[in-house]
């Protein structure tokens, strides 16, 4: 009898320690099959597919569309990109401040192209590009963007 009741209470354990597990797979077994059909190793198969038979179709695929940031836009921009040009972590690093002037001249070139103004930021370096970026900056402020 001894062994008997032991049996029982170790099955009366095993069961409590399951039952909830056996619930969350009967309430979640709907989804289950779905969602391994669909995924594998996390990567959703069917968008995968769609991918690949887009890569292989006939033809180029045709590029997304460019957006143009707004006049108000780059200026905010421009604004953002001086004060962090004058202060900040430029202070110290001059791989940042060599990013900032990057995004700075991009952002001027962008203005100038939507204002229609010439610029000529792309093909000079050292005191040309520093004159040409203060001519675009007055061209600029001229054309009526306020800048600081």
Do not use: K
Request: glycine residues 6%.
């Amino acid at each position: 009898m001894g062994i008997t009741h032991m049996m029982m209470v170790v099955a009366a354990l095993l069961a409590l320690l399951f039952l909830p597990c056996a619930v969350a797979i009967v309430a979640c077994a709907d989804a289950l099959p779905w969602r391994r059909l669909r995924t594998r190793g996390g990567r959703d198969v069917h968008a995968l597919r769609r991918l690949d038979r887009r890569l292989n179709a006939d033809g180029p695929l045709a590029p997304p569309p460019v957006s143009r940031p707004g006049v108000e836009e780059l200026a905010a921009d421009l604004r953002r990109l001086a004060r962090q040009r004058r202060g900040g972590p430029t202070v110290e690093s001059a791989a940042w401040l060599a990013a900032v002037m990057r995004a700075y001249d991009h952002r001027l070139s962008l203005a100038s192209e939507a204002l229609g103004l010439p610029h000529h930021l792309a093909v000079l370096d050292g005191m040309d590009l520093d004159l040409e970026r203060m001519r675009v900056e007055e061209e600029l402020r001229a054309a009526g963007m306020r800048l600081r």
